[in-house]
């Protein structure tokens, strides 16, 4: 079968400040070098419903507070419901930094203003204000669910070794606000290195269904390979429902040649002082 997957890049301009474009670079091209026809939908700034509706797998990076103004006016009532309907119905996405705090309840400015959010995620976030430093650095987490990986194993000669007890993602994180999550929230993982989702509880980024948000930069999916090809796989699977036997997942990634990213997750790997 001829596999082909749309991506919607919502709000690339705004969205984007922390070069957290590479994570779209990245899926596009481990979808071309095992020819799945791909599509990125660029949904900016009044974009039409119908648009987004076509879309299988969702992304939407990072801003600073002035972006997410303006994006929380553009997000009308009717691409509200839209989006909550698809993150309901399994359509997978990823979400990071202010995108990931876009979809709570809330984020407080360090001046007591709300910006009100989604409210698709039982999260909120606050800034502590200028009194709080700002949580920065390279981070890396074990996964909470080993199931997040798609098979893509390490190779080479580096020490860094993943099993199916310990799962790791790398990144780098640069926020002033404090996420805290609600009893139907799940974490993506458990903060090894770093600072997390606020710096108190170890806990990092959410998941819900699907969707998953999360604090790392760096861009996340390059250094990654793992859990990038999670999220095709996740797309395919929600677009070409498998047919084997007792509802089995029947799609399966053919092999790349993950070496080179590899080295780079190693690489902060080490640089956080972690060996696993």
């Given at each position: ?36 026809g791909v599509k990125i939908k660029r949904l900016d ?176 999916l390059p250094k990654n390979p793992h859990f990038t ?48």
């Amino acid at each position: 079968m001829n596999y082909k997957l749309t991506i919607g890049w919502l709000y690339p301009e705004l969205m984007s400040t922390y070069g957290d474009r590479g994570n779209i670079i990245c899926l596009k091209k481990r979808c071309e070098w095992r020819n799945i026809g791909v599509k990125i939908k660029r949904l900016d700034l009044g974009f039409k419903i119908d648009d987004l509706k076509m879309c299988d797998l969702l992304f939407m990076g990072g801003a600073q507070d002035t972006q997410q103004k303006i994006v929380s006016h553009d997000f009308s009532i009717h691409k509200v419901k839209l989006l909550k309907d698809m993150i309901e119905e399994g359509i997978p996405g990823l979400y990071i930094c202010g995108a990931y705090q876009f979809l709570g309840k809330y984020y407080k400015e360090a001046d007591g203003n709300i910006i009100p959010g989604l409210g698709i995620l039982d999260i909120y976030t606050e800034n502590p204000g200028e009194n709080h430093p700002r949580l920065i650095g390279n981070i890396a987490i074990r996964l909470c669910h080993p199931e997040l990986v798609s098979g893509s194993q390490p190779n080479g000669d580096s020490d860094l070794r993943q099993n199916d007890k310990e799962k790791t993602l790398v990144g780098f994180e640069n926020h002033g606000g404090r996420t805290y999550l609600g009893r139907n929230i799940q974490p993506l993982g458990k903060v090894i290195k770093g600072f997390g989702n606020n710096g108190e509880d170890k806990t990092e980024g959410a998941i819900y269904k699907n969707s998953f948000g999360s604090y790392l930069h760096g861009p996340i999916l390059p250094k990654n390979p793992h859990f990038t090809d999670y999220l095709i796989k996740l797309a395919l699977e929600k677009k070409y429902p498998p047919c084997g036997e007792a509802g089995k997942k029947s799609i399966n990634l053919s092999s790349l040649d993950d070496s080179l990213e590899w080295q780079a997750h190693n690489a902060i790997a080490k640089r956080v002082g972690i060996a696993i």
